[in-house]
Nanobody, 119 residues
């Protein structure tokens, strides 16, 4: 079993930045991803990174603005720059994908952290 804990969410003005963190209760040798879910919408893929941090993926809506990274302590970060009101959502990290990493099919999920971008 793996517990994932997200942190770093908050309220920011449009154009601002936030950095989210996702810490795991033990080392996982798998890819990790960030998803988000806005009110009334389905959960959507944001970004993902392989265990060795050699490959990353991004949703088109965040390319060039968000950067995913991973440190030696197995914490995954999501640096979010040039934030827009449409980035407002609960952000979740997920670990151990079951198939296509861009689908919301993972064995482990965090509890989520709220990101609110004001206009």
């Amino acid at each position: 079993q793996v517990q994932l804990v997200e942190s770093g969410g908050g309220l920011v003005q449009a154009g601002g930045s936030l950095r989210l963190s996702c810490a795991a209760s033990r080392r996982t040798l798998s890819s990790r991803a960030w998803f988000r879910q806005a009110p009334g919408k389905e959960r959507e893929f944001v970004a993902a990174i392989t265990w060795g941090a050699t490959v990353t993926w991004y949703a088109d809506s965040v390319k060039g603005r968000f950067v995913i990274s991973r440190d030696a302590q197995n914490t995954v970060y999501l640096q979010m720059n040039s934030l827009k009101p449409e980035d407002t959502a609960v952000y979740y990290c997920a670990d151990q994908p079951r198939g296509n990493i861009m689908t919301a099919s993972f064995d482990y999920w965090g509890q989520g952290t709220q990101v609110t971008v004001s206009s």
